[in-house]
């Protein structure tokens, strides 16, 4: 029988730590305690919201609703020659627990997205990434439960529209579909990613022969906490925007109107300019605004100094879409679900 609570404050449940309640709220820790609650007469047809670690996400108002807080784990080998394994994971399991099992038995892929927050369900979901490697590289199918038919479906990669801290999930299938469980394929042989600038940086010069899955995972780390705020300390959800992708003429038009700007060349005659440096540019790089501002050293992450609002946070990301925009024409996308 499924426990729902009610009016639970959602502060403990969301890395911004913003204060909200949630109407009613269930912790999930079976896949079929879902149909349970989709058959209920109550609760079948509430809106409701799956919440993995809370990680990016940003509450601006008290959720009418249901909130389920999906933490089913649970790590399994599926499938393994001697070439590559499958793992199978459950959606609730933290996303770093799985990153350090891969390490620990030497599957190679997913390394460098060491340490970031969250839980497995939603890691496709924006198709996470850091380092140069992003979870579309391993992936292999995922499992879930559409929330309006109660149907059990399985989506496989080329099904999923993974794009730039994007996919299916996030577009038409945004809301209706909890997903239960991950499939990932890893390498048995050693093969490292180390083409990332800081990375690279770090093991460029590395003896490859000697280099160590764990060696990777350890520098990833020790690069992140170094740039990025613990949210115990500062609540925030990492880059709150994408980084802006623009065509080559608006590049070239950029570049004779700002010759410092900071670039990638992607396919496709685009380019992608880091949000954090226009962000820095407009003189927002450790702005504060009573309880809310841009983190001192990368001004693309936006914390909450203490006791900030939801409301006061989306203002506050509104402003610097506004000022970015002003400045260079550019429209900046929160990565950030705000609800
Ligand atoms: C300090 C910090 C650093 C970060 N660094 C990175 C980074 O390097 N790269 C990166 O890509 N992201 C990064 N993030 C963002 C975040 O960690 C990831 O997006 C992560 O995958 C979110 O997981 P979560 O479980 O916390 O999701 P939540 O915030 O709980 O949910 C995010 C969205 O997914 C939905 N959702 C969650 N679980 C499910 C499920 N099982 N089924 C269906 N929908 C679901 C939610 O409804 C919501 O819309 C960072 C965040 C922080 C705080």
């Known amino acids: 029988m499924i426990k729902i609570q009610e009016n639970i404050s959602l502060k403990p449940y969301n890395t911004f730590g913003v204060n909200v309640k949630a109407k009613y709220f269930t912790s ?20 409701k919201l799956i919440l993995g670690g809370g990680s990016n996400i940003l509450f601006t108002k008290n959720y009418d609703g249901l909130v389920i807080h999906y933490v089913e784990k649970g790590i399994r080998l599926v499938e393994e020659n001697e070439k590559y394994v499958i793992i199978e994971s459950s959606a609730g399991e ?29 890691a496709p979901i924006q198709n996470i990434g850091a380092y140069g490697v992003e979870i579309k590289d391993v992936f292999e199918s995922l499992e879930g439960i559409n929330l309006e038919s109660g149907e059990k479906k ?48 770090y093991l460029g010069k590395a003896n ?24 115990q300390r500062f609540g925030n959800a990492g880059s709150f925007f994408k980084n802006p992708e623009v065509s080559e003429e608006r590049f070239i038009e950029l ?9 990638f060349k992607l396919d496709g005659k685009k380019y992608k300019i880091p949000a954090g440096f226009l962000i820095e ?24 100094m203490g006791r900030a609002t939801g409301e006061q946070i989306k203002n506050f990301s509104q402003e610097i879409q506004k000022a970015v925009f002003d400045k260079f024409g550019i429209e900046l996308t929160p990565e950030v679900n705000i609800i």
Do not use: H
Request: aromatic share 10%; with cysteine; hydrophobic share 35%.
């Open 28 to 47: 999930v820790v079976l896949e079929k305690e879902i149909l349970e609650i989709l058959q209920s007469k109550r609760f079948g047809s509430m809106n």
């Open 94 to 122: 933290i996303w770093n627990d799985v990153v350090s099992y891969c390490v620990e038995n030497k599957y190679y892929g997913i390394e460098n997205l060491s340490l970031i927050p969250g839980r497995v369900g939603a």
């Open 154 to 201: 399985i989506y496989k990669k080329n099904e999923c529209k993974f794009d730039y801290r994007d996919s299916i999930f996030k577009k038409e299938l945004k809301g209706k579909f909890i997903i239960t469980k991950v499939k990932l394929k890893l390498k048995k042989e050693k093969q490292f990613n180390l083409n990332y600038r800081s990375l690279n940086d």
């Open 208 to 231: 490859k022969e000697k280099l160590t899955i764990r060696r990777v995972r350890e520098t990833v780390n020790k690069i992140r906490m170094s740039k990025l705020p613990d949210p």
């Open 255 to 263: 570049k004779k109107n700002f010759e410092e700007i900071v670039f």
């Open 281 to 304: 540019k407009c003189g927002y790089k450790g702005k504060r605004i009573g309880d809310v501002a841009t983190y001192n050293r990368q001004a693309l992450v936006i914390i909450n």
